[in-house]
Nanobody
Framework: QVQLVESGGGLVQAGGSLRLSCAAS????????MGWFRQAPGKEREFVAS????????YYADFVKGRFTISRDNAKNTVYLQMNSLKPEDTAVYYC???????????????????WGQGTQVTVSS
């Protein structure tokens, strides 16, 4: 069982930066691949970025490549999403998710992940 708590969201002007954090409970955090998703009002939840259990591989949605960076600190049971050059269209609730070892599915699919945080609001003003 993994519990996830996101933080770091807020209101920022276009072009600004935010760093989201996701703190995980449980001693097996380091064995979970982690992902960030987002959901804007009236839209489906969409993949943003993911990172393997070791941090050795990262994956990004095309619309955040070059602007967002996912990272993790297994000693602190925390995964981060550094967001730079924010745009108004990045406004959404951002969710952290954990994928159990050996689970099926691809890294960009919502159904691949077994545990979710409550989300943190990111609002980018123009």
């Amino acid at each position: 069982q993994v519990q996830l708590v996101e933080s770091g969201g807020g209101l920022v002007q276009a072009g600004g930066s935010l760093r989201l954090s996701c703190a995980a409970s449980g001693r097996t955090f380091s064995s979970y691949a982690m992902g960030w998703f987002r959901q804007a009002p009236g839209k489906e939840r969409e993949f943003v970025a993911s990172i393997t259990w070791s941090g050795g591989n990262t994956y990004y949605a095309d619309f955040v490549k070059g602007r967002f960076t996912i990272s993790r600190d297994n000693a602190k049971n925390t995964v981060y999403l550094q967001m730079n050059s924010l745009k108004p269209e990045d406004t959404a609730v951002y969710y952290c998710a954990a994928r159990s070892p050996g689970s099926s599915g691809t890294y960009y699919q919502v159904r691949t992940y077994d545990y979710w945080g409550q989300g943190t609001q990111v609002t980018v003003s123009s």
